[in-house]
């Protein structure tokens, strides 16, 4: 069975149907009223659960773990110089294209600033932590 959501995103289900709910105690709990047939409908996504379970896979391995931990700390430095280095804690427009852009100037404004200290010390390589475990 496809399904398409509002977004014209389409994925392929199955569907496993319960032909024990008519004499189950729960089943007005458990069944949605739009569901006319009284059976209880499960739809389970292959290539999503395949997807799902390669991205657990890849999250915990020990690279995973590590690229986490690099996403983690260039992040939160990024927002805390933001907020408290560049004393700027609120926007200064209304609408989101506004904010967004205004995002992107202070990420630009931010880059810059760190490119221009990195080729002041002479220091353009890439910095990973390798090890934090």
Same mark, same amino acid.
Do not use: P
């Given at each position: 069975?496809?399904?398409?959501?509002?977004?014209?995103?389409?994925?392929?289900?199955?569907?496993?149907?319960?032909? !024990?709910?008519? %004499?189950? *105690?729960?089943?007005?709990?458990?069944?949605?009223?739009?569901? +006319? =047939? &009284?059976?209880?409908?499960?739809?389970?996504?292959?290539?999503?659960?395949?997807?799902?379970?390669?991205?657990?896979?890849?999250?915990?391995?020990?690279?995973?773990?590590? !690229?986490?931990? %690099?996403? *983690?700390?260039?992040?939160?430095?990024?927002?805390?110089?933001? +907020? =408290? &280095?560049?004393?700027?804690?609120?926007?200064?427009?209304?609408?989101?294209?506004?904010?967004?852009?205004?995002?992107?100037?202070?990420?630009?404004?931010?880059?810059?600033?760190?490119?221009? %200290?990195?080729?002041?010390?002479?220091?353009?390589?890439?910095?990973?932590? +390798?090890?934090?475990?």
């Amino acid at each position: 069975m496809y399904i398409e959501k509002n977004n014209g995103f389409k994925s392929e289900h199955k569907v496993y149907l319960c032909k !024990e709910c008519l %004499n189950c *105690s729960y089943s007005k709990d458990c069944i949605k009223n739009k569901n +006319k =047939s &009284g059976l209880k409908r499960i739809y389970v996504a292959e290539r999503f659960e395949r997807l799902r379970m390669e991205s657990e896979e890849n999250i915990t391995s020990r690279e995973g773990i590590i !690229e986490r931990q %690099n996403r *983690s700390i260039q992040a939160e430095g990024a927002f805390s110089y933001i +907020k =408290s &280095g560049m004393e700027y804690l609120r926007f200064r427009h209304r609408s989101m294209d506004k904010i967004v852009a205004e995002m992107k100037l202070l990420s630009l404004a931010i880059n810059i600033r760190k490119l221009s %200290n990195k080729m002041k010390e002479n220091k353009l390589g890439f910095i990973r932590y +390798k090890e934090a475990i």
